[in-house]
Every structure is written in structure tokens, then in C-alpha cells.
């Protein structure tokens, strides 16, 4: 590292595998934005596996977060966009969307500090790594070096077709989005020693789908190695409410459904603008033959993911975002057993009636969110012996008071989808709402605890709250962050057995 004389004093110049790098030094903090990771996945490359990072001549900016990939996003009123997305740069998107941001306290070679590489959520339809939420400085303070990501989204970044699988050695086509995480995880281990970090301390770490993406990367043979731990917030991808995983030749028959409409040539297709596709939606993860040959789930069932600790969990709330009138028909839980319908009718007594906000929002919230994240902490812990480590958070945001009411008569939005998000981040400046001293402490409290886990593999010491690790069998056996740190227990757990039935029986 070398830092510019007297005029420049926050400039930082640092050299990588492909070129020199100039950050800024911001306080206790360098950072780098903007960094290339694969090279611009625009023309002939659309739809295919990101190829490596461009090398450069002389110095390169990194400054400013590099485009966020194309995406429409949510309603301005509403509050998944006031909290994940109401920022204060303008947002610049472009299919040459392939950056990533690094914040670091030590950029230099020999530091050997913890790395965490963070991905973010969005239903792999928005989001990206320069949201303002996911500014990794105050976390960085705490003696790691932070990394977050872009990836292709949308049908740009998760799309199949014959034609695809065709021009690729592998018949393979699919699941462009994880790829690109695959190479960020590559780039990482080239490059990360020059910001200060140890390649071999990495962990990786995401919320909602990108949760579910760190399940699937535990399992991508072609992700082996690339992190010694994972974090996983508010979902899981496997045991999911939509059950199996698609496979290659189903997700190519939709794929060709769905852009029927736009061209008969792939060239065709190639050659439309990035924005002809943002009303196609993405088809998800599948079985595509190049990152996966098989379910995730039936990956951990065996024990094949990778050994590495785990903490994982879930808010209080989760179903409060989803809990609509149509929601509990989209679980398509009356195509189960009748024993399955009529226990769950006991424990969600209201579900499934149109007034019935509160049980409805407690059986999707459940279905699609907690019991999968419940299901990869226990699968995880037994098939691998595993550190596992389970949580639940319950502390309420000061919302703003100028948000619409949730959907479907919902009185309170709760502990929401997401909510989690500016605490483990320790970054409530993010947002002008009216933060308490306790939402403070307990931003403090998650971000040392997640801090903790990043740089020794385990949440606990430096006087946090003793955290045992997971064990289905005991009463006590996941941690509640809420107005008080305490160990707790998965509510309704007697609905997660009717779950494993329902998943068990359509996969026979």
C-alpha cells in the first residue's frame, strides 16, 4: 500500500492480479469501489459463465460502486423499498453490472484478516452490493475486511434454453447469477491478500435468496474451497416451500415460453436491449448440469455439502411482507395428505380463513421462511457433525410513520423480512428513522456477534452472550436477539413435522 503526499492524503494505491487499484481512505477505513471482477457479460457473452476479470494499464478509479445490474424495483411507498433501497446516490444500472466494493482497515500483504463476502437478497430480481445498507465500514472497523457483490439478475441472469445448453461444453445453461459469485469467491482468493485479507478465513454470507444462495454454494462442487464458513439470513434453498428443484430440460422449455415472444434466434435475442427482458422472471436456481447435478437438498441429506460452520437463522415476522389473501393458496398445501391439512388447521386455526391475518402470516412465514432455515441448521448439524449455530430475531424497527399499512389488514408489519438487516450491518445511519438507544445496542450486538463468528468460525467470546451451538433435541437451542440476548426456541415446532411429511412425500 502506498498513500499519495500531503494534497492526495486520502488516496490508497494497491496492486492486483489485474492492474493498480486507486480507493480512498475514509477514516478508520480504505475502500475500494467499482472493482471489475469477470468481464462485461454484454453481447456474445449474455448467457454465458462469466469470464475472467480484464486486466488494465496504469491506474484505475475505484471510487464509485461500479452499475447495479438491470432490475425494476419495488414501489417507493412501500416498505421493502424504504429499507433496502431508498438511497441516497441515484441508482446507474447496466448489464455490465460484474463489480464488486472492498472496505478494509489494513489493505496490505501480511495482514492476514478475516474476509467476509456478502450477497445480497432481492428474489434474484433486484438488489445489488453498493446498497447503502450493506456499506461494509463499520464492520470493516472491527478487523475484517468486507466484500460485496454484483450478479447478473433477472432473465439475464437466470435463464435456460435448448439453444443455451447447445453452444455449452457442459449442455449447461442456467444459473448465470451464482456463477458470477463463483468468480467473485475466485477473485477473492487472488486478490484478497493485497487488501489485507487471508484467503483462507473467507466467509460468505447473505440474506433472503442470497441466504439461499450460500446454501447452494455449500453444495456447487466448483465453490469448494472458496470459504472456510457461511452465514445465512432469513432463508434457506433447500427444503423450500416450491419442494423439488427443476431440472435443466424443464427450466429450457420454460425458458423458451417465456422469451417466445421476443425473437426466434438466440442471436436474435443477443442482440435485443437488456431492458426487453426485465418483465421475464427469473426461472431461480436449478439442476443445470454446470454448478449443480443434483437438488441441493438431497446434497445435504447425504452430507456432501461443505463441512464448514454455520449460523444461520430467521425474524420473528417473516410472513408479514407475503401474508396476502392469496399467499397460504400458494403453498398449495391442500394437495398434501388430509392429516397434514387438518394438523396444520389446528396450529394456524385462522390461516385459512380471509380475516385470519395473524395465523396466515405465522403458517407462510413458517412455511417459506423459517422452517427451511430451521431445516439446513438441523440437516447441516447431523449429516456433518458441523459447529451450527441457530438464531431469531424479534426486535422491532421505528418505522417510519408515513408507510402503508401491511397487506390484507395486517395491523403491524412486525419483525419483517429483511428487518434484520441495518443491525447486523451496524449501519442505522443508513436510514433517518427515529433510532433508539437500544436499537443501537443491539446493532452493536449483532454486528460484534456476527464480526466474532467471521474471524474465529464461532459467535461466541470477547464477552457476548454465551451461544450454545444447535441440537434439534434440546428445548433451548437457538439464540433470541430482542430487547434481550437469550437462548429460546423455534415456535410451532410440532407444524415443522407436518412440513417434513409434505416434503418427503413429494419427493417420493
Known sequence: ???????????????????????????????????????????????????????????????????????????????????????????????????????????????????LVWIHGGGYKTGHGGQDLFDGSRLAARGMVVVTVNMRLGALGFLSLPELAAEDPLGASGNYGVQDVVAALGWVQDNIASFGGDAARVTIAGNSVGAATVTHLMAAPAARGLFRAAIGQSLSGIFRHELRMTHHAEAAERGCAAVSSLGPSLEQLRDLPATAFLRIAPQGVIIDGRLLS????????????????????????????????????????????????TTLKHIYP???????????????????????????????????????????????????????????????????????????????????????????????????????????????????????QFDASHEEHLMVFGTTTKPGFALRREAFDIFDEMYFRAKQ
Open 350 to 468: 385462522r390461516a385459512f380463513d380471509m380475516d385470519g391475518h395473524a395465523d396466515r402470516c405465522a403458517l407462510v412465514g413458517d412455511r417459506r421462511f423459517v422452517y427451511p432455515v430451521w431445516r439446513w441448521a438441523r440437516t447441516h448439524a447431523e449429516t456433518t457433525g458441523a459447529p451450527t449455530w441457530l438464531y431469531k430475531f424479534e426486535h422491532r424497527l421505528p418505522l417510519p410513520d408515513d408507510l402503508p399499512p401491511p397487506p390484507d389488514g395486517q395491523e403491524e408489519y412486525g419483525t419483517f423480512h429483511t428487518a434484520e438487516l441495518p443491525y447486523t450491518w451496524d449501519k442505522l445511519a443508513a436510514r433517518p428513522w427515529a433510532w433508539r438507544d437500544a436499537d443501537h445496542a443491539i446493532a452493536k450486538n449483532l454486528a460484534d456477534t456476527w464480526g466474532r463468528f467471521i474471524a474465529m468460525g464461532d459467535p461466541n467470546g470477547n464477552g457476548l452472550p454465551k451461544w450454545d
Open 1 to 115: 500500500m502506498s498513500a499519495a503526499g500531503s494534497t492526495e492524503d486520502a488516496f490508497v494505491r494497491i496492486s492486483t492480479a489485474s492492474g493498480c487499484l486507486v480507493g480512498r481512505r475514509c477514516g478508520p477505513v480504505s475502500v475500494f469501489k467499482g472493482i471489475p471482477y469477470a468481464t462485461p457479460p454484454v453481447g456474445a457473452l449474455r448467457w454465458r459463465p462469466p469470464q475472467r476479470e480484464p486486466r488494465w494499464e496504469g491506474e484505475r478509479l475505484a471510487l464509485e460502486p461500479g452499475p447495479a445490474p438491470i432490475q425494476e424495483l419495488p414501489p417507493r411507498s412501500s416498505l421493502f423499498y424504504r429499507l433496502n433501497n431508498d438511497d441516497a446516490r441515484a441508482l446507474v444500472m447496466s448489464e455490465d453490472c460484474l463489480y464488486l466494493n472492498v472496505w478494509s482497515p489494513e489493505p496490505s500483504q501480511g495482514a492476514k484478516l478475516p474476509v
Open 294 to 341: 443434483e437438488d441441493t437438498t438431497d446434497v445435504f441429506m447425504a452430507g456432501r455439502q461443505a463441512r464448514i460452520p454455520l449460523l444461520v437463522g430467521w425474524n420473528a415476522d417473516e410472513g408479514s411482507l407475503y401474508a396476502s389473501s392469496r399467499a397460504v393458496d400458494d403453498l398449495k398445501l391442500t394437495s398434501h395428505s388430509e392429516h397434514a391439512l
